[in-house]
């Protein structure tokens, strides 16, 4: 009993980004580094593409990518990778057929699983756009939890855990179009971290607190 009125008082912090990809990793050190730098415990939860498409954009496919995975083994210690779909294009494959979606995902977790723990697998929709159907594939393919809207959801257990989600994309449409807007949102989320920081929050990621919180 005591162990688990421990593990309810915990206070986590999620950082996160979505659609993370190669060319966004000039942002990476302009934004998540530079608050490595500053919080030294810093952990971030990172929901990946496998080739993002959005755009226009057609040369990234992580798959095989050298510069890709140079990046993950120099930050694997505190980052963690999670499935985002294929290629974020509009409207995202998760609003179709059990089959599509399904295909979809195990493809995802094949091609990103040097980057994955597969224990602590987890997903996040592009645009936030699933259905009853993705839940059942999510579920049929042992992912362990989804992001949805800020919330995170489980399979194995229903009870919540004290937790904040923060984060933003690491590089989006509006900062392709004007770079200098980075400094904007570095700023905002720096200073929302100082806030759940002084109030004893910890950084952690999802997947590893989800992997604690269905084994306890």
Not at 95 to 116: G, H
Not at 174 to 200: C, G, M, S, T
Request: glycine fraction near 2%; aromatic fraction near 16%.
């Amino acid at each position: 009993m005591l162990e688990l009125l421990v593990i309810k008082m915990n206070k986590f912090i999620f950082c996160e980004t979505d659609d993370f990809r190669p060319s966004l990793i000039s942002k990476w050190y302009l934004y998540w580094d530079k608050l490595k730098q500053e919080f030294p415990d810093l952990k971030v939860t990172v929901y990946v593409p496998t080739n993002y498409q959005e755009f226009g954009e057609t040369n990234e496919d992580i798959q095989d990518n050298e510069e890709f995975e140079e990046w993950f083994i120099k930050r694997k210690d505190w980052i963690e990778i999670n499935l985002h779909g294929t290629t974020h294009r509009k409207p995202p494959t998760y609003l179709l057929s059990y089959n599509t979606q399904k295909k979809d995902i195990l493809n995802s977790i094949k091609i990103l699983k040097p980057y994955i723990n597969i224990e602590s697998i987890g997903f996040k929709a592009p645009f936030y756009r699933m259905n009853d159907i993705t839940k059942k594939v999510l579920k049929n393919c042992h992912i362990k939890w989804f992001n949805l809207w800020w919330k995170i959801f489980t399979f194995e257990k229903t009870e919540d855990f004290n937790y904040v989600v923060l984060g933003t994309h690491t590089g989006n449409y509006a900062l392709q179009k004007n770079p200098d807007d980075i400094e904007i949102i570095f700023d905002e989320l720096r200073e929302k971290i100082k806030k759940f920081k002084d109030e004893k929050y910890i950084f952690s990621t999802i997947g590893e607190e989800i992997k604690n919180y269905i084994t306890k």
